[in-house]
């Protein structure tokens, strides 16, 4: 699209009388020494055709970025699809992980109530061998107490000999020695038993539990894979929603492209219907030397101008940058806002190329409406624009054009303010629209009478006489 300014200007200056080439060649209709003439119909109708086949070549690139379009948009639905059924796996897999982790719950909590179990059965065997050592302990006391019965027995038998016969009480000590062997023998086999039962049990119990922690460890272990195969399901669904993001993004760049160009084709359309118009007329031939301007738009965006009359201003504003050669080296352009306070758009040097530029024009909103405060907008300027940090360049022309609908709020801070302005070098030019317009006002801040232009109503902006009258002033600039 890098012809399309070139093209804007070829027809702005074949309304004027001279065609001029993108090697800057230019081509009279007339001679240019002489007085205006009209322009050779037949050569005038050969670039209205030349510029009719430029127009049919923008219409196939709108064609082209239309059929990018929709397959951008084709990738779009299918990187949606390729979302909605990562979402529904994931989805299919939270709940399969669900169920597995509830079966693994209930599996733990039953092995837990296994250990719990097996810990009480532990706890109860411990508590038998406890008491089978108390029985022990009983038994060997009864012993003991038995030993000394027979040793009493025995004394008594020495001491009862006039009494008893030896051989009876000897009989009689033997039968109560195995009557208490028998229950001392009787009662270690059985504690013996006890305990030997116990320890099985023991065993098994701890057997149990390590099959228990085995199952506990693999449950685990699958629980933990299941997780990281669900992060890495997450992480490719967090991809692949990065992805369709930036897709959404490269097709609203496109869309925004086709807009783009299709207002330049009405542009285009608009200005051959124009050229068809000048072509019955004589119109002097303009010159757009290029001398470098650093050239900065203040504009009134009081209540009283609105929002439909600000739209014509930025309207105004885009018609002039079109016959401009924007460039860093070249002329720049910055625009200001003012009402109450000043509100900076863009400066010299925020837009190098003029398709950006003019977009950004297109991009300034109407939303600070206020008070019409000039000279604060003129100190602004004064103090952000016209410096090297924002672009202003040593050696070229700097130029400030002021559009307002009224007079200012202060009018002697606003001369104060343009006489600083004046002494800086900088031409200033005054551009206001009102039936009551006070042209003092305006020849007080204006560099001169001749860089006041005054207009009754906002409609006067789409004269073409009107924006080619202050191209013109805007080329002695560059004379002097």
């Known amino acids: 699209m890098d012809f399309i300014p070139g093209v804007f200007l070829l027809i702005v200056l074949t309304q004027y009388g001279v065609i001029c080439s993108q090697h800057n060649i230019k081509r009279f209709l007339f001679d240019p020494t002489t007085v205006p003439t009209t322009p050779d119909p037949v050569f005038l109708m050969t670039e209205v055709k030349y510029l009719h086949e430029q127009l049919h070549e923008l219409s196939d690139k709108n064609i082209e970025l239309s059929v990018h379009n929709s397959l951008l948009s084709s990738e779009l639905r299918h990187q949606k699809d390729l979302v909605q059924a990562l979402k529904t796996n994931i989805t299919t897999l939270e709940t399969t992980n669900s169920k597995e982790k509830g079966v693994l719950n209930d599996k733990i909590h039953e092995l837990q109530t296994k250990v719990n179990e097996s810990s009480s059965l532990v706890i109860q065997l411990t508590n038998n061998l406890t008491s089978c050592a108390l029985q022990r302990n009983q038994l060997e006391e009864t012993l003991n107490t038995s030993n000394a ?8 038998l020495n001491d009862s000999v006039a009494n008893q016969t030896h051989a009876a009480l000897m009989a009689g000590l033997q039968a109560n020695i195995s009557r208490i062997q028998k229950d001392c023998d009787h ?12 320890q099985d049990q023991l065993n098994r119990s701890t057997s149990l539990i390590g099959n228990l922690e085995a199952n506990l460890t693999t449950c685990t272990k699958s629980n933990e894979q299941r997780e990281a195969a669900l992060h890495v399901s997450r992480q490719r669904n967090k991809l692949l929603e990065t992805q369709l993001n930036n897709t959404r993004k490269e097709l609203n760049i496109r869309n925004s492209d086709l807009d783009q160009c299709q207002q330049m084709a009405l542009a285009m359309s608009t200005n051959i219907a124009n050229l068809q ?12 030397a290029d001398c470098g301007l650093d050239l900065v738009f203040l504009v009134d965006q009081s209540g009283s101008v609105g929002s439909d009359n600000f ?46 530029l003019l977009k950004a024009v297109q991009n300034i909103s109407y939303n600070h409406p ?28 700097n130029v400030l054009v002021l559009l ?56 006067t902006l789409h004269n073409p006489t009107f924006v080619l009258d202050f191209l013109r002033k805007l080329m002695n600039v560059c004379k002097n």
């Open 149 to 156: 019965e027979i040793d009493l027995l025995k004394k008594q």
């Open 311 to 356: 739209e014509m201003l930025k309207d105004y504003i885009f018609k002039t940058i079109q016959f401009l050669n924007i460039g860093p080296h070249s002329d720049q352009v910055g625009v200001v806002t003012y009402a109450t306070l000043p509100q900076l758009e863009f400066t010299l040097n925020t837009y190098p190329h003029q398709l950006s």
């Open 277 to 288: 118009t000048f072509s019955n007329g004589s119109t002097p031939c303009l010159n757009t």
């Open 187 to 198: 009662q270690n086999i059985t504690s013996i038993d006890k305990i030997n039962l116990l």
């Open 370 to 397: 206020g008070l019409t405060m000039t000279a604060s907008g003129l100190q602004f300027v004064r103090e952000n624009l016209f410096n090297v940090t924002n672009g202003d360049r040593p050696g070229h022309p």
């Open 404 to 459: 307002t609908d009224g007079r200012p709020m202060n009018s002697i801070h606003a001369t104060l303010e343009a006489e600083k302005l004046k002494n800086q070098s900088v031409e200033i030019f005054v551009i206001g629209i009102s039936k009551n317009f006070n042209r003092q006002d305006s020849l007080d801040i204006a560099t001169d009478s001749n860089h006041v232009l005054s207009l009754a109503d906002f409609g």
